[in-house]
């Protein structure tokens, strides 16, 4: 998650860059998608119901799959994450590819019985894990494991089950409906709202404007989530998009992986 990232970097001036981005995917994604009401909308845009009712309709549809793909975007003028992952309500496996001022980052993370394993390449352990460079090296492309009593377990975990994932796209009030378009092939109607949070290495509070795109036939699921500000007239920017609503996920925990204990660091800083 780019919160892990954020958590392992230790330059200073490269954690002050990329404090949106732990924004957007740390103390942003805090609202849980959780269902509060259970009728579905035939067509959201044209329905004439409250935003708050077409919101509440896309958490009930979105909490009662079993399974889901996202792809998570964040982007400023330095750095750019992409997460891909496919999870279900116990397990899901994701790939991150990161650019971290011109350096590319490759992880892997899974959640599999209950335990975590993750591996990577050497900048991605280092620069966006936060392992220390020797441990980087020895371990390059191998598979490590974590279980729930280790610390960064939680960190690590992160967006791995379909409710984490769908934390990645709160929105509160005021909300208002911005009409239907079409999004990923699909036609949608936005609800427009806000999400605030403190960005890293900052102690002033931030509000920014997001959208959410919700089917706006049949049952009102998640479809794009976006969050946009501008920060000294550079853009930065978030976006997580949802598809394979109740497809099969299959993870495999992986053999041979070395327990994190043994490594003498943890993949996140404290």
Not at 62 to 78: D, G, Q
Not at 97 to 123: I, K, R, W
Not at 152 to 167: C, E, G, K, R, V
Not at 213 to 218: D, I, L, N, P, R
Request: charge should be positive.
């Amino acid at each position: 998650m780019y919160e892990r990232s954020q958590h392992g970097l230790r330059n200073p001036r490269r954690r002050k860059r990329l404090g949106y981005c732990r924004l957007v995917r740390g103390v942003l994604f805090v609202a849980a998608m959780v269902g509060v009401m259970s009728f579905s909308l035939q067509d959201a845009g044209a329905s004439g119901r409250m935003p708050s009712q077409v919101l509440a309709a896309s958490k009930t549809a979105a909490a009662s799959e079993s399974s889901l793909h996202y792809v998570s975007t964040t982007k400023t003028p330095a750095d750019s994450v992409t997460i891909t992952g496919d999870v279900s309500k116990t397990e899901g496996e994701q790939t991150i590819v990161a650019n971290v001022n011109g350096q590319m980052c490759h992880v892997t993370v899974m959640l599999v019985g209950g335990s975590a394993y993750f591996e990577g390449d050497e900048p991605g352990l280092a620069t966006f894990m936060g392992l220390p460079q020797s441990i980087a090296v020895k371990y390059t492309n191998q598979w490590i494991s974590l279980n729930s009593s280790d610390s960064a377990f939680s960190a690590i975990t992160a967006a791995l089950t379909t409710s984490s994932a769908l934390l990645q796209t709160p929105i509160s009030k005021p909300l208002s409906l911005r009409g239907t378009s079409e999004k990923s092939g699909r036609r949608v109607v936005a609800i427009a709202g806000f999400a605030s949070g403190i960005p890293s290495g900052s102690t002033k509070k931030v509000t920014i404007p997001v959208r959410l795109y919700v089917q706006a036939k049949g049952r009102s699921l998640p479809v794009l989530y976006t969050a946009n500000r501008t920060v000294e007239k550079q853009k930065e920017a978030a976006s997580v998009s949802f598809s394979g609503w109740g497809e099969p996920i299959s993870v495999t925990a992986p053999s041979g992986a070395v327990p994190i204990g043994s490594l003498g660091a943890s993949p996140v800083e404290a």
